[in-house]
DNA sequence: CGCTATTACTTGACATGGTGAACGAAAAAG
DNA sequence: CTTTTTCGTTCACCATGTCAAGTAATAGCG
């Protein structure tokens, strides 16, 4: 070929193979790596590795850069190395009212974020105020893939919304209208499964094959990764662990549970346990932390039996699967901060005693980590090697 | 060695590609099946699966059947038909006072069981009686190879008894120990995986690509199938669901919890609930269950209390896990006669609202069935793809 | 300086498992 | 007897991966 490749014309990663699609997971994943380390990594011989990157090569897919400074004794490994920012996707939090959206790369990063109110979740309005913001966000990027996250079952890699509750919404063929009218291959997912495979592509559980995550705020939510794949179950309903019983006595939940996970965790659930004896109603839970700062007992121990709760669940999760890490989220997270006490207590009282201690993270972040979830769960779509399942014609 | 060319000459499994591997494995599970349905459950055009079937027929390691009676409209389809019975495997339940062994076909069907009753749990000593039961149960046959399942972290497919409470040993080279006395090749596999993996192989749960086991008996184990694979966890550490709290009041178990799994569902705690108001010491699980019959409330209310835990443990498997199936299965099983009520009962109420309703199935069996899934676990073994890892010489 | 050990990569022959397209074979339906 | 339908085969071809042998580049060392 002549002309130098522009940057836009490098392939799709979906035309690539699934032996190429390894290597191009493995070097977002870990930044340069040599032919000899991928080989490692990939548990494929030296010769593979010459074979697979010379085609990326040629088509500019990937470079090869300068020889790193030699730390071993033989021949120096030239690093092969993946320009990420040269594959955007965008990732979309669907919810009742907010649509919120970013443009990230490859590897996660996000560029740009954006958010529109939707006033109907009618489906068609719908589909229109995700058409606006993704092409006002995608400007003029060639957009490789486009993931949407929505409370819900959704299985893995889905394209249909089933009967969902928030949005009034059943048997809603979402991705292929979002996909029509943009012209971007479209992938729906669960929120809870978007935002765990955001964690673990590149965020604080980067390179764990084995996590959960767990989400507090207006509701409980439960990733799970197993062997480096996020679970969604046959149904897509996975992690339903809100209403976990806690303890036998408690505070009741919207659902009429006494002591279960929600009515110890949820943002509503702790600003009212701590506004009620105060006689406010309008506390936040910022207010409920500060409140718990000044030794308010009040909030002091209403945020120790969400700790305590959190605990509950880590340890039930761990004993279960034997998870060596979970971290924490949402924008409940908060709460922590005079929680993480009898959190570990209680993680400590309810672990089996031969399981092993799971790392507890906890992991700060806005809004946009949803819909930067949904990216990366569209990014890894495209690189998930086609499931080789002949279909007659 | 010389050995006759008899019938089996066959090749072993071991031999065989991943492409006939999964010809076999299919054939074991469906019985009789044409090409053309084996290209629809493995996802394979036609012209592959006569490339893959040919060698098969001509090693005889399977056969072509006469054709069914057609009640399709076009040409019938030739049976493939694969003798189980060829392939035998031997499966070992290794416990601190006992060897267990069978010898079971391919599809797990057990032709001979055995057990010897071991004094010392002594390396070498406890290597000898399992060679020993393996060369009587073998007899003539060719053994393909020989699964042994004990208590403990094993990882899947794993060859080193790790840190073992029960038996007092650490580190042990148990499946090369054994191989290298007896010929045979040997994994080894914690007992609720070989457990679980009889019942989705060839058991209650045949067919099911995601299920649970639950045992109640001594201890309580726990061994989850996701999409037809067992889980076994980075350690091998899965299932410790023993000690979950179950409520906040309740009998203490033998480490001091009050109110968890152990403490109401174990034989030894059911007994001593039972036993102790009446003033007895020796009362066994079906005199319990008897006196249940009789109307002694203690009784009753100690099997529904039993209930109610097995139900709360459902309800959080299926919960996290969104199980549609639990089979629940071990020599503790007797106390469901008078606990199911009450565990139907448990399992609605704790069952997320979303969350569908699982099949519970209660699987009654010998203790012959954790032999037995151990022989399955060879039998997965052997079929199991050899991972493609490169290894450099 | 040149030799050796070590590590990285390439080459080409080959094996395996998969596909599509064209075709032949056997049954039921009409 | 023809049509339809389904089953199975053949053959050319592709993708992926290995092995064995060789080339390339570096550090260490006499």
């Known amino acids: 070929m002549q002309r130098s490749p522009d940057i836009d014309d490098a392939p799709s990663l979906a035309t690539l193979g699934p032996a190429a699609r390894g290597v191009v997971r493995a070097l977002l994943l870990g930044g340069p790596l040599t032919r000899a380390e991928l080989a490692r990594r990939l548990g494929l011989s030296p010769a593979s590795l010459t074979k697979t990157a010379r085609p990326l090569l040629v088509s500019g897919l990937i470079s090869e ?3 790193l400074v030699s730390e071993q004794r033989g021949r120096p490994g030239a690093p092969l190395v993946l320009d990420a920012a040269r594959h955007q996707f965008i990732g979309v939090k669907l919810t009742a009212d907010e649509v919120f959206a970013v443009r990230a790369d490859a590897r996660g990063r996000v560029d740009v974020s954006q958010s529109v109110q939707i006033e109907s979740t009618e ?26 996250g929505l409370a819900g079952e959704q299985t893995r890699f889905d394209d249909t919304v089933r009967r969902n509750h928030y949005l009034g919404w059943d048997q809603v063929p979402l991705a292929q209208l979002v996909e029509e009218a943009t012209g971007i291959p479209t992938v729906l997912s669960g929120d809870a499964r978007a935002l765990t495979a955001g964690v673990q592509w590149s965020g604080p559980g980067k390179g764990m094959s084995e996590l959960a995550v767990l989400t507090v705020g207006v509701g409980i939510g439960l990733g799970i990764v197993l062997e480096d794949k996020v679970l969604s179950g046959p149904s897509g309903l996975v992690g339903m662990i809100g209403h976990h019983r806690i303890s036998d006595s408690g505070p009741l939940c919207e659902l009429g549970h006494r002591g279960c996970a929600s009515s110890y965790l949820t943002t509503a659930a702790i600003t009212a346990a701590i506004g009620v004896p105060h006689g406010r109603v309008d506390i936040d839970l910022a207010q409920g932390c500060a409140l718990a700062a ?13 700790g305590r709760a959190l605990g509950v669940i880590i340890a039930q999760l761990v004993n279960i699967l034997g998870l060596p890490a979970v971290i924490l989220a949402g924008d409940g997270l908060e709460l922590l901060s005079y929680a993480e006490d009898s959190m570990q207590a209680a993680l400590a009282e309810h672990l089996d005693p031969v399981a092993r201690r799971p790392k507890v993270v906890a992991f700060t972040s806005g809004f946009d980590e949803w819909a930067r979830g949904a990216a990366v769960v569209a990014c890894q779509w495209l690189l998930d090697p086609p499931r080789h399942r002949y279909t007659r014609p």
Chains 1, 2 share one sequence.
């Open 123 to 148: 489906v068609t309005a719908v589909v229109a105020e995700i058409v606006a913001i993704v092409n006002e966000i995608g400007g003029d990027h060639r957009i490789q893939a486009l993931g949407i």
């Open 294 to 306: 000044d030794g308010d007992p009040v909030a002091r121990r209403v945020l120790a039996d969400a």
């Open 65 to 67: 850069g300068a020889a």
